[in-house]
């Protein structure tokens, strides 16, 4: 908690007791409100300007529903920051996104009020729905509130969900919340008419009465009802000479509003409390409300890290001289290879900042491509880049990749297409926790036919496999590397190619045989050279786990009875998993042991802390080692 009081805040834990308010207050509420996420986020780091921009949305939805019993779904839960400090974890929101503190996006598992899981993007209304039907088929008498936005408009999962509500008894509502970064409708002065008269309680009581009569009369069955509803959505795209997708799928439309006035957003919530079938609430809001550095420049204040509340000054170290980060050098090379190879192009998934690729698009505007929240989508079109000749490089975060594992297999791998899938933030990524870490990808991606599947262990090899990746008939090639820096300041050297499927020893021994797989292999290394000679351990750096370096494998094989594999995945499926296959299938039975995460969702925290937590630190190598 701030150190400042605040006269409406300090009274409220629950939305119970926001509810004793005034309607006249929470304009005031909604001001301390934003000043205590801004002092508290300015020194415990973490998403920012998303959250500062649905604070009078926030308030006004538990202002107008019985929460927790009424449910709000919130979709990319990094806006949800005013939801948490009004649902009992003010206190306690200073451990936020820490080791055993507070949750960085909403759970279930951490509060009642939190209805559902939301640290990826566009399921709100699916999981709305579900829950809308679910309070139908009860007899439960329970409103439910989808709230969409940051982005999340763009993800097919959002229009199967709208596809759906447009077909089944519901009466969900959803609010999109549009920062301008997804939706910017422009709205005529009839249709802004049509929509003051849509949203006006005497019409809509008016409206519900004339459909009882018919009703009763017999008049209005479900395929009338529909008909009636077209009718009325034809007359406004008429009227207001534009087109409305969400009224063309029969769900109505209400906006757009200002979603930065909260007794305007209370009046519209009351409203459309009343109405009965689905419904969207468009509301505009500012990225960044209320804090001007934030206002300017969204991007940046997104995750900001800490910074001086009253001057806007960001605290940023100077890492001149320190190596830099992956993405960084993925960023760079891209560009190095791109001025050689014409055929190269980049795309992401709404992440061009954080996976450095904005460095492409600002240096060759039309040659890389953010697609928005779209992962299968992303991965889809660069296969078809790919079958007509290009070369693309489409970087995702590992974890969201989860998003697109059918387009991988069904549309990359079984053509086996030239392209190059970037996996940035594989393994543990820290305080964004379970939700985010890149912990799957290795067991889920290495029974797919046609992979070539890598993992550099430093900046000089990530280099190196992208120039790999992008020469002819290397079919579909995957790199995964972390997030954070690597370990050469000195990290543009020269790029040559790498034999596919070809691991190499790092360090010779007799006794004990150490098998790494990407950069945690660093670890292994500063574990050896920390370590008296009294054992004799051999360490190979495997580099593919798609093919496997059968040939060293077998070596390993033939000398070594005790052998560790060490990861940054799940050890279910992953590498170790592959090299004890192959050494089973070939008749060797060392005693193996897997280092890797363990069969569960590792929580947030620092990475270091989440290693000694998974057994992955220096002092867990260390003991397995010297056991």
């Given amino acids: 908690m701030g150190e400042n009081s605040f006269e409406l805040l300090d009274k409220i834990k629950y939305p119970e ?7 006249e207050q929470l304009p005031q509420l909604c001001q301390e409100l934003r000043q205590d996420i801004i002092e508290e986020v300015s020194v415990n780091p973490g998403h920012f300007a998303s959250s500062l921009g649905v604070v009078e949305l926030t308030v006004a939805l538990h202002y107008v529903y019985n929460t927790p019993e009424d449910r709000i779904v919130w979709d990319v839960g990094h806006q949800a920051y005013a939801h948490k400090l009004l649902t009992g974890r003010r206190e306690q929101f200073f ?19 939190d209805t559902f899981a939301c640290g990826h993007a566009s399921n709100s209304i699916s999981a709305a729905l579900g829950m809308a039907v679910a309070a139908k088929l009860k007899g439960e008498q329970r409103h439910v509130v989808a709230v969409i936005g940051d982005g999340a ?6 229009f199967e969900g709208l596809n ?16 301008d970064m997804s939706i910017d409708r422009a709205v005529g002065g009839m249709e802004k008419y049509l929509l003051n008269l849509d949203t006006n309680e005497t019409y809509n009581r008016l409206r519900f009465k004339a459909a009882q009569w018919l009703h009763a009369k017999g008049w209005l069955d479900d395929d009338r009802k529909k008909g009636i509803l077209r009718l009325n959505n034809a007359l406004k795209s008429a009227l207001s000479h534009q087109q409305n997708i969400f009224e063309g799928m029969n769900i109505r439309y209400f906006g757009p509003f200002d979603g930065n006035d909260v007794t305007e957003v209370v009046k519209k919530l009351k409203q459309l409390k009343l109405l009965r079938g689905p419904k969207l609430l468009h509301l505009h809001t500012i990225k960044g409300k209320g804090y001007k550095p934030a206002e300017e420049s969204a991007t940046i204040w997104h995750a900001p890290g800490k910074f001086n509340p009253a001057t806007g000054e960001r605290h ?4 001149t001289g320190e190596p830099p980060r992956y993405q960084d050098v993925f960023g760079e090379t891209l560009v190095e ?15 061009p900042t954080g996976c450095s690729l904005n460095i492409m698009m600002k240096a060759m505007p039309n040659r890389a491509f953010d697609v928005g929240i779209a992962e299968g989508h992303a991965v889809t079109f660069s296969a078809g880049m790919a079958k ?9 975060y590992s974890s969201f990749s989860q998003r697109a594992y059918d387009n991988i297999i069904h549309d990359a791998a079984l053509l086996n297409l030239p392209m190059v899938l970037c996996l940035d933030r594989a393994g543990l990524v820290g305080e964004d926790g379970p939700t985010h870490h890149g912990a799957f990808d290795i067991a889920a991606l290495r029974a797919v036919p046609n992979l070539t599947i890598a993992s550099p262990m430093d900046e000089h090899e990530l280099r190196n496999l992208m120039y790999t990746a992008q020469l002819p008939n290397k079919g579909t090639f995957v790199i995964r590397y972390p997030r954070g820096n690597g370990v050469h300041a000195e990290w543009r050297t020269p790029m040559k190619e790498v034999a596919v499927g070809t691991g190499r020893c790092l360090r010779e021994g007799t006794e ?18 920390e370590m008296p000679t009294t054992k004799s351990v051999a360490h190979y750096d495997l580099r593919f786990v798609k093919p496997l370096d059968e040939n060293m494998i077998q070596e390993i094989g033939n000398r070594f009875k005790k052998i560790i594999t060490i990861e940054d995945g799940v050890r279910n499926g992953g590498m170790g998993s592959a090299v004890l296959e192959w050494l089973n299938d070939h008749k060797f039975y060392p005693q193996m042991i897997r280092m890797g995460l363990p069969d569960a969702f590792v929580e947030h925290g620092s990475v270091a802390q989440l290693r000694q937590l998974v057994g992955l630190d220096a002092d867990s190598i260390r003991k397995e080692i010297e056991a």
């Fill in 17 to 23: 007791d926001l509810r004793k308010l005034d309607v």
């Fill in 95 to 113: 451990t936020n996104r820490k080791l055993g503190g507070i949750r960085p996006f909403p759970t279930p598992l951490e509060s009642h009020f």
């Fill in 153 to 158: 408009m763009s993800g097919g999962l959002a």
């Fill in 164 to 179: 759906n509500a447009s077909s089944t008894n519901n009466d969900l509502l959803i609010v999109l919340n549009d920062n």
């Fill in 316 to 319: 940023v170290s100077n890492n």
């Fill in 337 to 351: 290879l791109a001025q050689a190879n014409p055929k190269i192009v980049g795309v992401t998934p709404a992440m």
């Fill in 388 to 396: 007509d000749g290009l070369m693309p490089f489409c970087n995702i």
């Fill in 512 to 529: 004990l045989a150490i098998i790494s797989f990407g950069p945690i292999g660093n670890e292994v290394v500063k574990v050896l050279d």
